[in-house]
Nanobody, 122 residues
Framework: QVQLVESGGGLVQAGGSLRLACAASGPTFNRYAMGWFRQTPGKEREAVATILGTGEIISYAESVKGRFTISRDDAKKTVYLQMNSLKPEDTAVYYC???????????????WGQGTQVTVSS
């Protein structure tokens, strides 16, 4: 069982930066693929970035490539999402997820955090 708690969301102007953090509990954190997903009202949850291992495999949504960076610190059981050059269309609730299978599809992930709101003003 893994519990995930996100932090770091907030309100930022377009062009600004935020760093999200996801703290995990449980003894086997380093075995899980981790991902950041986001969702806006009326839309399906979509992958933002995913990471396997200590960074051997990383994937990004096309819309965030070059602006967002995912990383993890297994000693701290934490995964991060550094978001730079934020745009109004990045506004969403951002969720952290952990799973035993790797990929960009939300249904591959078994555990989810409660989400943190990111709002980018124009």
């Amino acid at each position: 069982q893994v519990q995930l708690v996100e932090s770091g969301g907030g309100l930022v102007q377009a062009g600004g930066s935020l760093r999200l953090a996801c703290a995990a509990s449980g003894p086997t954190f380093n075995r899980y693929a981790m991902g950041w997903f986001r969702q806006t009202p009326g839309k399906e949850r979509e992958a933002v970035a995913t990471i396997l291992g200590t960074g051997e495999i990383i994937s990004y949504a096309e819309s965030v490539k070059g602006r967002f960076t995912i990383s993890r610190d297994d000693a701290k059981k934490t995964v991060y999402l550094q978001m730079n050059s934020l745009k109004p269309e990045d506004t969403a609730v951002y969720y952290c997820a952990a799973g035993s299978r790797y990929g960009l599809a939300p249904n591959l992930y078994d555990y989810w955090g409660q989400g943190t709101q990111v709002t980018v003003s124009s």
